[in-house]
T-cell receptor, first 112, second 113 residues
Framework: EPEVTQTPSHQVTQMGQEVILRCVPISNHLYFYWYRQILGQKVEFLVS????????KSEIFDDQFSVERPDGSNFTLKIRSTKLEDSAMYFC??????????FGEGSRLTVL | EDQVTQSPEALRLQEGESSSLNCSYTVSGLRGLFWYRQDPGKGPEFLFT???AGEEKEKERLKATLTKKESFLHITAPKPEDSATYLCAVQADSGGSNYKLTFGKGTLLTVNP
């Protein structure tokens, strides 16, 4: 069964460092998303991406964040200068059109 | 702004003890309501999509129903392996090319043997 894969599963970084989280969405999907979940809190929308551009972003997705689809398979989330409050689980998701989003297992980011 | 409220926050059941989880929502126009299961440290796993009031979907011991204001996830004769956090999410009919989901906080279900 096709699945969304994310790397790394866990990353520890120092405050102020750049981090790139990587995702391989399901191959025939067209819409891509990043969500985050701070420990004990709800899953929050960060950004959606379609046709090689951002279609919507939340207030959380400020200038420190960027997304890219550098080739036909990868979808990345970059955080330029990490803060303590960026510590969270980051989930990538993809979908064909409307309907269900399929999520990866997540990348746990710990900022020290 | 779309809002999703789930209750209870936590539910503890004995194996075989049936119950229901509630999801109430406000959305400008509902495209779909989704139920996901999330195990600790894992990503949400898709369970059901409901599109219109009166619709029902079933999978093993789970049945999801939808009205114009809320959805219920009924769990019949649960087993310990049903223990997880159950997430409800809505997808708004906002047009454009964005099909993002707005999630509730979830209900943590624990089923004791």
């Amino acid at each position: 069964e096709p699945e969304v894969t994310q790397t790394p599963s866990h990353q520890v970084t120092q405050m102020g460092q750049e981090v790139i989280l990587r995702c391989v969405p399901i191959s025939n999907h067209l819409y891509f998303y990043w969500y985050r979940q701070i420990l004990g809190q709800k899953v929050e929308f960060l950004v959606s991406f379609y046709n090689n551009e951002i279609s919507e972003k939340s207030e959380i997705f400020d200038d420190q964040f960027s997304v890219e689809r550098p080739d036909g398979s990868n979808f990345t989330l970059k955080i330029r200068s990490t803060k303590l409050e960026d510590s969270a689980m980051y989930f990538c998701a993809s979908s064909r059109f409307t309907g269900e989003l399929f999520f990866g297992e997540g990348s746990r980011l710990t900022v020290l | 702004e779309d809002q999703v409220t789930q209750s209870p926050e936590a539910l503890r059941l004995q194996e075989g003890e049936s119950s229901s989880l509630n999801c109430s929502y406000t959305v400008s126009g509902l495209r779909g309501l989704f139920w996901y299961r999330q195990d600790p440290g894992k990503g949400p796993e898709f369970l059901f999509t409901l599109y219109s009031a009166g619709e029902e979907k079933e999978k093993e011991r789970l049945k999801a129903t939808l009205t114009k204001k809320e959805s219920f996830l009924h769990i019949t004769a649960p087993k310990p392996e049903d223990s997880a956090t159950y997430l409800c999410a809505v997808q708004a009919d906002s047009g454009g090319s964005n099909y993002k989901l707005t999630f509730g906080k979830g209900t943590l279900l624990t089923v004791n043997p």
